[in-house]
């Protein structure tokens, strides 16, 4: 079946340092990948885009790219701050609606 | 400009019991997805309603039933609650278009089954 997957552990790093986060996605080809913020209790806030045809996308601190071969998105946060602890979300928009993975959570520590 | 919102916030039921969430979306927005996230896992998609009628269904049962008004407002009902519906219900508007929908989400209602 179709997957969106993230990795569940949480991912501890230190304030400076550079976040990288990742999608796998299986047995499908999306066309897009969404990227969102989900602070606890709150609903998620959308980040970025990226395309099937796009290998990079950037917005500020945030990266993201978009990996054909290796059916793969990565999420890096540069120069992380305590304030971007957060649950980071990857979405699937190939079908109207989302499909979401599970979410990774980072922790910067100061 | 308000973005979406949604009450009530919390909610206490027993099982059994039915509930109506409710969900305003942003100005400009016609389309209302829902969602149901449990603790600790990404939110699942429920149902879709656009132009009045449920455009996209997940794989939620048929106590999962949903509505949507003329002012693009929506409701999500959920009948006969079973502990397993504990849960954060999440709403999301974005405008129907050509391209990729990007999902704006409301806070949330927190429901409870005991």
């Known amino acids: 079946s179709q997957k969106i997957e993230q990795n569940s552990e949480a991912l501890n790093i230190q304030e400076g340092k550079t976040a990288t986060l990742t999608c796998n996605y299986t047995n499908y080809s999306p066309a897009y990948l969404q990227w969102y913020r989900q602070d606890p209790g709150r609903g998620p806030v959308f980040l970025l885009l990226i395309r099937e045809n796009e290998k990079e996308k950037r917005k500020e601190r945030l990266k993201v790219t978009f990996d054909t071969t290796l059916k793969q998105s990565l999420f890096h946060i540069t120069a992380s701050q305590p304030a971007d602890s957060a649950t980071y979300l990857c979405?699937?928009?190939?079908?109207?609606?989302?499909?979401f993975g599970s979410g990774t959570r980072l922790q910067v520590q100061p | 400009d308000a973005g979406v919102t949604q009450s009530p916030t919390h909610l206490i039921k027993t099982r059994g019991q039915q509930v109506t969430l409710r969900c305003s979306p942003k100005?400009?927005?016609?389309?209302v997805s829902w969602y149901q996230q449990a603790l600790g896992q990404g939110p699942q998609f429920i149902f879709q309603?656009?132009?009045?009628?449920?455009?996209q269904r997940g794989n939620f049962p048929d106590r999962f039933s949903g509505h949507q008004f003329p002012n693009y407002s929506s409701e999500l009902n959920v009948n006969a609650l079973l502990l397993g519906d504990s849960a954060l219900y999440l709403c999301?508007?974005?405008?129907?278009?050509?391209?990729?929908?990007?999902?704006?989400f409301g806070p949330g209602t927190r429901l409870l089954v005991l």
């Open positions: 309603y656009y132009e009045e009628e449920e455009r």
């Open positions: 979405g699937d928009t190939g079908r109207r609606a989302l499909t």
């Open positions: 999301a508007s974005s405008h129907q278009g050509s391209g990729p929908e990007t999902q704006y």
């Open positions: 100005s400009g927005h016609d389309t």
